[in-house]
């Protein structure tokens, strides 16, 4: 949080007209379309639960075999290729004087 957030909190000075949240997921779970928020009082007790929506501008792309973000399976340079796809790419070679 930033220091005016902080203040906030801690003071119970202001209310928010809405809210923001970052949410770290990891590359092998799915996005959830929902989060459990928590809401504490001034002395942090907890005042109740509320189960808010999430909305993503976009979601990136995942790889399902490296289980990181930025390509799909289809892309990834580190999975197994089938035999179909070895010799394919066998013959693209072939075919541009590579071999």
């Not at 959830?32 to 808010?52: A, G, L, N």
């Not at 399902?64 to 973000?69: D, G, S």
């Amino acid at each position: 949080m930033d220091a005016i957030t902080t203040r906030m909190c801690y003071h119970c000075s202001e209310r928010f007209g809405f809210a923001r949240v970052l949410v770290e997921v990891s590359a092998n779970q799915e996005c959830k379309d929902e989060i459990k928020v928590h809401y504490y009082d001034c002395e942090r007790k907890k005042v109740r639960d509320k189960t808010v929506k999430v909305k993503y501008p976009w979601k990136p792309e995942t790889c399902n075999h490296c289980k990181v973000f930025g390509h799909n399976i289809g892309q990834c340079t580190k999975r197994p290729r089938t035999e179909a796809e070895v010799e394919m790419r066998k013959q693209g070679k072939k075919n541009d004087g590579g071999e």
